[in-house]
């Protein structure tokens, strides 16, 4: 079974500080991991993926994430907070292989990004 | 406009009653899938269809049930309905599997009374 686990339900930052959300993955496979993000009254929009390729990727709105299996992590990072990147952030783990599973993403409980100015 | 398509956008109902909810998937998307997200139990998957065939299942109750039909168009039927079962209805869609990562919709929103 795969699971994420997404440290801190809630980060607040001011606007223009780092943002780092935490990402922590468990698959007895190699993964697919993903970073979606969820603003007010939507749906999830990916914002990046990691699917064995480099490690570092790099996402839309200057977020990035960097897979590290050493330590199982993918946390999501951008230099720069904007006031528009406040929304719930999303971390998600999906085999890579075949199988009954393979397609399913399980998603981790969320984190709620607030930017301060 | 993410290319998937949900209806409808909200729906209010009594306990006990049926309800169906209907997803478009993105044109060229052959997988579909089925999330409810509350506030407690957060994105939970509950189903997978894959151009027709049911593919993937997860924590889908034996009251609610779906099906994809040839057009690739989804429904999940939810029945005998709890209060419990109010949330946020997603449908996503991607090519084949979730190496591409998924296209969601933007939800549809049930609340029981």
């Known amino acids: 079974a795969q699971s994420v686990t997404q440290l801190g339900s809630h980060v607040s930052v001011s606007e223009g500080a780092l943002v780092l959300l935490r990402c922590n993955y468990s698959s007895s496979v190699p993964p697919y991991l993903f970073w979606y993000v969820q603003y007010p009254n939507q749906g999830l929009q990916l914002l990046l993926k990691?699917?064995?390729?480099?490690?570092l990727v790099k996402g839309i709105n200057g977020f990035e994430a960097e897979f590290k299996k050493s330590e199982t992590s993918f946390h999501l990072t951008k230099p720069s907070a904007h006031m528009r990147d406040a929304a719930e952030y999303f971390c998600a783990v999906s085999p890579n292989a075949g199988g009954t599973s393979y397609g399913k993403l399980t998603f981790g409980q969320g984190t709620i990004l607030t930017v301060h100015p | 406009d993410s290319g998937v398509t949900q209806t409808p956008k909200h729906l209010i109902t009594a306990t006990g009653q049926r309800v169906t909810l209907r997803c478009s998937p993105r044109s060229g998307d052959l997988s579909v899938y089925w999330y409810q997200q509350s506030l407690d139990q957060g994105l939970q998957f509950l189903i997978q269809?894959?151009?027709?065939?049911?593919?993937a299942k997860g924590n889908i109750l034996e009251r609610f049930s779906a099906q994809q039909f040839p057009d690739l168009h989804s429904e999940l039927n939810l029945s005998s309905l709890e209060l419990g079962d109010s949330a946020l209805y997603f449908c996503a869609s991607s090519v084949t599997g979730a190496g591409h990562g998924y296209t969601f919709g933007s939800g549809t929103r049930l609340t029981v009374v």
């Open positions: 269809y894959y151009n027709g065939e049911e593919r």
């Open positions: 990691y699917t064995s390729a480099a490690t």
